[in-house]
């Protein structure tokens, strides 16, 4: 079943073979990849197709460059069809590079909570799958702590709005692999192309969050 996590005995092998990556942004003209210049710094967000998610980032002022890929799961250097088939256990992410000088965590937080419905478990809107799956993945001690803030009392505001609570999947980052270089920026590409994201109008403070959760 697509909506059910495979374990690592049963997880596609995969292949040693990174994706290659383009040399430049579509939009920005930044680099996708490593290093970045000095100060900048990495979250990873899934919340949905990644079309889409990728989108409301580059969109994010501060935000240096973005890239899409998979994260979470076991399968080393998956493809798209890889990944779509659940047996990856991989979920589709955005890697944002961001200078916080400019922007703050919370306020990508801020973006990733208000941009989609965090409540729908294995999919999101009409996309059905493991691979659609909500999640942060935290590049730091920091990052981690709020992310896990934020969720805890942006749940509850949730539920006081009559949806469920927050399934967002909290982890320290696991190894992000790039997707294909057709997938990077695809919605600058292909303006009217597919995006089913969908916020839940609930709107999410990230800062206030975390201070009434630390209460």
Not at 26 to 47: H, K, N, Q, W
Request: glycine share 10%.
């Amino acid at each position: 079943m697509k909506t059910v996590l495979p374990d690592a005995a049963n997880a596609l092998p995969g292949r040693s073979q990174s994706m290659p990556v383009p040399d430049e942004h579509f939009v920005s003209g930044a680099t996708l990849t490593a290093p970045f210049p000095d100060g900048v710094e990495t979250a990873i967000f899934a919340m949905g197709c990644f079309w889409g998610a990728e989108r409301k980032f580059w969109q994010t002022e501060g935000v240096y460059s973005t890239a899409v890929g998979y994260a979470g799961g076991f399968t080393e250097n998956p493809m798209y069809e890889e990944v779509c088939s659940g047996r990856t256990g991989h979920t589709e992410v955005v890697l944002v590079a961001f200078d916080p000088a400019l922007v703050s965590y919370g306020e990508l937080l801020k973006v990733f909570w208000e941009g989609h419905d965090p409540t729908q478990g294995m999919r999101q809107g009409n996309d059905v799958g493991t691979q659609y799956r909500s999640a942060i993945y935290a590049t730091s001690d920091a990052q981690l702590e709020l992310a896990q803030q934020s969720a805890r009392a942006f749940s509850q505001r949730l539920v006081d709005a009559g949806y469920g609570e927050v399934t967002t999947e909290i982890l320290p980052a696991p190894a992000f692999y790039y997707a294909e270089p057709a997938h990077q920026q695809y919605l600058a590409k292909v303006p009217n192309g597919y995006c089913g994201l969908g916020g839940t109008g609930v709107s999410c403070d990230v800062p206030a969050l975390a201070s009434a959760d630390a209460l």
